[in-house]
């Protein structure tokens, strides 16, 4: 199993970034997968989830509206679209497989959003 994190970067407030995951090794249609996010020192703050299809995605309320999940299974694929970038939204994003308990995590992609 292999999760590859890409997109992050340096925003300012009121900016986008568009988080892809690409995903190997596994049948990636069968799995929900979700994004979390981390800030050194805190613990892991679940950001999004998408089920197998793509037809059901929940937010963390401090992202709903801003950010969009999506997937592409023909291509393996998981992103993360964020819009309004907040400096609170600085973090390390992380793809895991899972919905609520996840098993494989991938590097992850620094997101720095600064004023």
């Known amino acids: 199993v292999q999760l590859v994190e890409s997109g992050g970067g340096m925003v300012q407030p009121g900016g986008s970034l568009r988080l892809s995951c690409a995903a190997s090794?596994?049948?990636?249609?069968?799995?929900?997968m979700s994004w979390v996010r981390q800030v050194p020192g805190k613990g892991p703050e679940w950001v999004s989830v998408?089920?197998?299809?793509?037809?059901?995605?929940v937010y963390a309320k401090s992202t709903k509206g801003r950010f969009t999940i999506s997937r592409d299974n023909g291509k393996s694929a998981l992103y993360l679209q964020m819009s309004s970038l907040e400096p609170e939204d600085t973090a390390r994003y992380y793809c895991a497989r899972g919905r609520t308990m996840y098993d494989w995590w991938g590097q992850g992609t620094q997101v720095i959003v600064y004023s």
């Open positions: 090794g596994f049948a990636f249609s069968t799995y929900d």
């Open positions: 998408i089920d197998t299809d793509g037809g059901n995605t």
